[in-house]
């Protein structure tokens, strides 16, 4: 897990009070006062006892105080304090076992499917922002493409990727075009670039086109000039992440200002960001946890993130994580984390 170097507290017992108010911050979000927690600690303590431990965790950094209350928070260093020492991690529930396995049920999913079923999952497991990425590391081999004429038009382009992936994608012609035309269109794609990368066909195909383009009409030209978008689409995706239940960091009020929203989903829809975060994760042994600032961006201080990667014959190919608060339940999700991964990986290589 990622963390700083360690504080030492002074004794057992202002770890357990740390412990307990942190707890109690998870649960309810709310500065947590002298009297609060006495009453939860459940120890014979007098409140001067207690108001001088909490001093002395505000001193080390581990606990801070907002201006509107009397009560403390916890600060990012101590809650990695909690997650690297104090908290207990809980198996995944009965509950959650079972909505976990139900997903994996089908093997006969898509790669692409089946990570977009995943992303949602955890959303809705953890009540958090679910995040997958696409596998890496694998060819990405074009079988066949095909055009299905839309109104308006537009095209539904249908890629087959290696044997079993599918993508749909719809793209806008300058021009309605026939059934026909679409047809010669995928001919011509599948009969020059059917079994080649994906990445190599852009620089194919307008290599190609400049010697063909005077055999071909203009609306067999135009079909495929626009199905390039879908290939580079297609291209683009498997190095990317789907993200799912970003709305429900709404639901907490300390992430609720629109403004800060609206730059935190602007950032995800521009997505380096999230990219180079994930990827500092895929060689990782096991489980990180983000807090904070150590992300590394601002703009998720106050939001931690919890990933893992998943493997295949002992490659990791991808991660997978949550993003929530930093006030999150790191003793249920982080499990949940970790087992999703391993189900993922198992999941995946089924398909192999």
Known sequence: ???????????ERAQYL????????????LPVGSRTLSRDAGIDLSPATI???????????????PHTSAGRIPTPRGYRMFVDTLVRYQAPNE???RELESEFGDLQDDTSTLVGKVSDMLSRITSLAGV??????????LRQIEFLPLSDNQVLAILVINDREVQNRILRTEDAHTA??????????NDNYAGVELSDIHSRLIEDLEKTRHSMNQAMLDIVLV????????TAQRSDFILAGERNLMDFAELSDIGTLRELFDAFAKKRMMIELLDRSINASGVQIFIGEESGYSILDDYSV?????????????????????????????????????????ALDFHE
């Open 18 to 29: 740390l412990k307990v108010l942190i707890q109690r911050h998870i649960r309810d979000g």
């Open 227 to 234: 199905a390039q978008s879908a290939i580079e689409g297609a």
């Open 132 to 141: 997958v990425t696409v596998p890496k590391g694998k060819q990405a081999l």
């Open 95 to 97: 509950q959650d076992i």
């Open 306 to 346: 919890v990933t893992a990667p998943y493997r295949v014959d002992d490659n990791q190919i991808g991660v997978l994580g949550v993003i929530g608060p930093t006030r999150m339940a790191y003793d249920r999700v982080v499990p949940i984390v970790e087992v999703t991964a391993r189900l993922l990986g198992s």
């Open 51 to 65: 108001r001088n431990v909490m001093s002395d965790l505000e001193e080390m950094g581990l606990i801070s105080a």
């Open 1 to 11: 897990m990622t963390a700083d170097a360690v504080t030492t507290l002074p004794n």
């Open 180 to 189: 026909s035309e679409l047809q010669r269109a995928a001919n011509f794609i």
